[in-house]
């Protein structure tokens, strides 16, 4: 393989609380060989990386190639994450995870360079450079899943903040009163516009002895209640299910508003699983964007589903790789 930058190949790596996803992909975004494996995050820090070390192995012995025809490998992890240094400072999703310096390791067992940074600022990224059919300035990543995360491109740079941690945008406070947050903080957006918010007030109607399916689809377990059943229960007509999707999207459109409001963006993308109810979810809350963000702003932001699906995160770490090595990026056309 030649040694062009452009020409070689470049290993994303996504850590999730459950999985860790990877892809092997060319400078355009291409999967040539995905991989995935547990997390094994309850083990402690040492499983979880030689799980990343393997899985890595793994995804090149599939791809047939070597460490030397990689341009690099990029990682994605949820938290706060100290990219300059290639330390995982911490992580929710990564019990006993306090200043890992995940990047050196990786870098030290296949010898070329690793870039390091949140799992939904490079999703963004990703977005931004692989998702689009045409490029914008200024977009917002937003992924809602059991909390809210996001990535913000502005003036069409990843956006990082003073220290890196840009893009906390689930701990806007939304209600000064509102439900506590894992954060330490109360009322925070996540609290009130996510996977795990739409399950806890399912489970408090049906306490309250409210008239619904949720319960039975649970199989009367209520610790198994999650935003997929609550979804699965409004497709089937069930009418507090489908009240309390919307409810979900009014909060999130609260927040969509501030964002349209601070951020000025041409495209807001939104991925994560409460993404997926589609319609029911987000119809409420662009209805909030339209009445209380400012008018101009509105005209030009393109509220949207994210385009690379369950990809974003891996390719957004593929796309960090070539954002932090300086390789040429290849325009729409050129793919």
């Known amino acids: 393989m030649s040694g062009n930058k452009e020409q070689k190949l470049i290993l994303g790596v996504d850590i999730g609380g459950t999985k860790i996803a990877t892809a092997l992909a060319t400078a355009c975004g291409e999967i040539v060989a995905p991989g995935r494996n547990p997390t094994h995050a309850q083990a402690g820090p040492d499983a979880v990386i030689n799980s990343v070390l393997s899985t890595i192995e793994e995804t090149m012995a599939s791809g047939k190639v070597d460490s030397s025809q990689l341009l690099g490998i990029g990682i994605a992890v949820a938290g706060i994450i100290d990219s300059d240094n290639g330390e995982v400072i911490s992580s929710p999703n990564l019990p006993g995870w306090h200043e890992v310096p995940l990047g050196s390791i990786v870098q030290q067992r296949f010898g070329i360079p690793v870039y390091l940074g949140n799992d939904a600022t490079l999703a963004a990224l990703g977005e931004w450079h692989f998702g689009l059919e045409r490029k914008v300035a200024n977009l917002v990543y937003i992924t809602v ?52 918010a739409l399950a806890r007030e399912a489970a408090k109607q049906i306490a309250e002895g409210a008239n619904t399916s949720i319960a039975e689809l649970a199989g009367g377990d209520m610790s198994k209640i999650d935003a997929k059943i609550v979804f699965l229960a409004a497709k089937q007509g069930d009418e507090l299910a489908k009240e309390l999707i919307s409810r979900l999207g009014y909060y999130f459109g609260v927040g969509l508003v501030n964002l349209v409001n601070i951020f000025n963006p041409e495209i807001i993308l939104v991925g994560g699983g409460v993404a997926k109810i589609g319609d029911l979810f987000l119809r409420p809350a662009i209805k909030v964007v339209e009445e209380r963000a400012f008018g101009t702003l509105v005209d030009v932001v393109h509220i949207k589903p994210a385009l690379l699906g369950d990809d974003s995160g891996v390719l957004g770490a593929v796309a960090f790789v070539l954002e932090r090595s300086g390789a040429p990026r290849l325009n729409h056309s050129e793919r």
């Open 145 to 196: 899943s059991t909390g809210i995360g996001g990535g913000i491109i502005a003036s069409g740079k990843l956006y990082t903040g003073a220290c890196g941690a840009a893009g906390e945008i689930g701990h806007m406070i939304i209600d000064v009163n509102g439900p506590p947050c894992n954060c330490g903080s109360v009322g925070c957006w996540e609290t009130l516009a996510s996977g795990t």
